[in-house]
C-alpha cells in the first residue's frame, strides 16, 4: 500500500481512509468527526513531522537549482505537498501510494478559489436531491434578493441564450475560477448546507463561511438570497427562500503575516483569518479522488452525484478556456491562455500546451498563497498522478500590499514540482498501464 521507501509511513491519519479499497489496509482506521455548534477547537488528526517522508525530501534534495530556497524556507512559507502515485493491478483496478511533504493540518493557509471544487459537487449533488422538482444543472435559476445589499441575477451574458443557470455557472468556475458564479452557488446552497454537508463526509476542520471577491459582513455573508427556478416556458418549478444560517461554528485563531493594509493604513499586527475560509490541503486533495475514483474512499466521503455529473465536471476542469466557445472565454486570448489556472507543470507558461496532456484542477490565489490541487494525465505516455501544493509567497509580510512573490517564488515552484514530478513518472516502472480513454473528452473546439 504504502511506498516501499522505508519512511514513507503514516503519512496522515485523515490519509488513511483512501487507501481502504487497496490490497493492504492499515490496522487502525482515523475518523474525523463533523463539528457543527460547537465553540470547542477542532479535534486535529495526527500530523506527519516536516521530515517524515523521506521519498518527497530526497527527490526535491535531487533539484537543488529548483528547491534549495524552498527547502530551507518550507517552514515560514508554508510549503505544503501532497503526491499520490496511481498503480493499476492487472485488471486495471488502480490502487493509491501517498507521498507528503510539510504537510500540516493545524497551520493555516487561505485556501482561495479552492473552495470552489466542493462547492461546485455540493451544488450538483443539490440538485439531485431536488430533481423531484424538475430541475437540474441547466434549469433557468433566478437569483432574487431579500435585502438591499445583495445581488439580483436574471440574466447571463455569457450563455448563448442568456439564461442564467447552474451548468453556465460551473463552466465559468471550473474554466477561469470565475467568483460571481461561486457566489450565486454559494448563495443557492447556503453557508450551512455547505459546512454541514462537508462535515459529515469527514472535513471536520473545513469551514466555507463567505462570498468571494465582495466585501460583506459575517452577519451579511450567513444570509443567502432567495433562488427561483423556471422551466423554457418560465414557469415556476422550484421556490427558495432567503436563508440564515444560525450554526456556530468551531472557534477559531489564525493569524497571518506581521502586519497588513487596511485601507492606506498599515496595522503593524498579525491579520486575523477566523473568519474567513478554511479547508486543509489532505481535506481538498481527498474531495478530488473521490471525484475521479470515488471508489478508492470511503461512501460517506463521496459526493451524491450522477456519472454524468462527475464527467461534466471532469470535462470542464480540464478543458482550456482557448477551447471554450460558451462562455466564449477563446474570443478573449489577452485575458485568458490555454494554460489559464494550470499552475502546476505549466506556472506562469503563456504559449501552447503538449496535445498528451491534460490537467483536472481547481486552483487559487489570494492573501500572497498559490494553492493547486491537480490530477494530471499523459495520454501519450500512459502517465497520471496526483498532485497538490500550497505556497504562501509574502517575503515582506505584510497583506494587502499587492507585493506579493507569485512570479518570482510561488509560479516557479508551482511549474517546477509539477516538471520534478511528472518527470519522475515517465521514469517510474509500472506493472500495468492505464487505460486513460475515460478522461478523453470532447471539447468545444
Known amino acids: ?19 481502504s479499497c487497496t490490497a493492504t489496509k ?16 477542532p479535534v486535529k488528526v495526527p500530523v506527519q513531522s516536516p521530515q517524515a517522508d523521506v521519498f518527497l525530501e530526497n527527490l526535491l534534495q535531487q533539484y537543488p537549482r529548483y528547491f534549495d530556497s524552498i527547502l530551507k524556507s518550507r517552514s515560514p512559507w508554508n510549503v505544503q505537498v501532497i503526491y499520490t502515485q496511481v498503480n493499476r493491478a492487472a485488471d486495471g483496478t488502480p490502487s493509491l501510494e501517498q507521498h507528503a511533504f510539510n504537510v500540516d493540518t493545524a497551520k493555516y493557509f487561505y485556501p482561495a478559489s479552492t473552495v470552489k471544487l466542493p462547492v461546485v459537487l455540493l451544488a450538483l449533488q443539490r440538485l439531485n436531491e ?24 436574471y440574466n447571463d451574458p455569457t450563455a448563448p441564450d442568456g ?14 475560477s470565475d467568483n460571481d458564479a461561486y457566489n450565486r452557488l454559494y448563495e443557492f446552497l447556503g453557508q450551512e448546507y455547505i459546512n454541514d454537508q462537508l462535515h459529515k ?37 422550484y421556490e427558495q427562500p432567503a436563508r440564515n444560517n444560525m450554526v456556530q461554528y468551531a472557534h477559531r485563531n489564525d493569524l497571518l503575516a506581521k502586519g497588513y493594509y487596511k485601507g492606506d493604513q498599515l496595522i503593524k499586527e498579525p491579520m486575523n483569518f477566523s473568519k474567513k475560509n478554511r479547508i486543509s490541503l489532505p481535506d481538498l486533495h481527498n474531495i478530488l479522488i473521490s471525484l475521479v475514483f470515488p471508489d478508492k474512499v470511503e461512501p ?24 471554450s466557445i460558451s462562455p466564449p472565454y477563446a474570443a478573449d486570448t489577452v ?17 501552447k500546451l503538449p496535445e498528451n496532456i491534460r490537467i483536472f484542477n481547481k486552483e487559487g490565489d489570494a492573501w500572497g498563497h498559490l494553492v493547486d490541487i491537480a490530477y494530471v494525465v499523459d495520454f501519450k505516455n500512459k502517465i497520471e498522478f496526483f ?58 473546439k
Open 300 to 323: 460517506s466521503q463521496c459526493f451524491n452525484i450522477t456519472d454524468e455529473d462527475k464527467q461534466f465536471v471532469l470535462k470542464y476542469m480540464s478543458q482550456f478556456p482557448t477551447e
Open 1 to 19: 500500500m504504502f511506498s516501499k521507501q522505508p519512511a514513507v509511513i503514516n503519512i496522515i491519519g485523515g490519509f488513511l481512509f483512501l487507501f
Open 130 to 153: 431536488l430533481k423531484q422538482k424538475g430541475i437540474d444543472k441547466n434549469t433557468t435559476m433566478l437569483t432574487e434578493t431579500a435585502q438591499n445589499w445583495q445581488t439580483a441575477v
Open 201 to 237: 463526509k469527514g472535513y471536520a476542520d473545513a469551514q466555507i463561511l463567505h462570498h468571494l471577491e465582495v466585501v460583506l459582513t459575517e452577519a451579511q455573508n450567513r444570509q443567502t438570497n432567495p433562488v427561483r427556478f423556471l422551466d423554457n416556458s418560465n414557469a415556476l418549478l
Open 26 to 41: 492499515p490496522t487502525q482506521k482515523m475518523e474525523n468527526k463533523a463539528i457543527i455548534s460547537t465553540t470547542q477547537p
Open 335 to 351: 485575458n485568458y491562455w490555454p494554460a489559464y489556472g494550470k499552475k502546476i507543470l505549466f506556472g506562469s507558461a503563456k504559449g
Open 387 to 444: 498532485l497538490s501544493a500550497v505556497i504562501y509567497c509574502n517575503s515582506d509580510g505584510i497583506l494587502n500590499d499587492d507585493k506579493y512573490d507569485y512570479e518570482t517564488i510561488g509560479l516557479p515552484f508551482m511549474k517546477n514540482l509539477g516538471q520534478v514530478i511528472y518527470d519522475y513518472e515517465l521514469k517510474r516502472e509500472r506493472k500495468k498501464s492505464p487505460d486513460l480513454s475515460p478522461f478523453i473528452f470532447k471539447y468545444d
Open 163 to 176: 439564461r442564467p443557470t447552474i451548468a453556465q455557472y460551473i463552466k465559468k468556475i471550473l474554466m477561469v
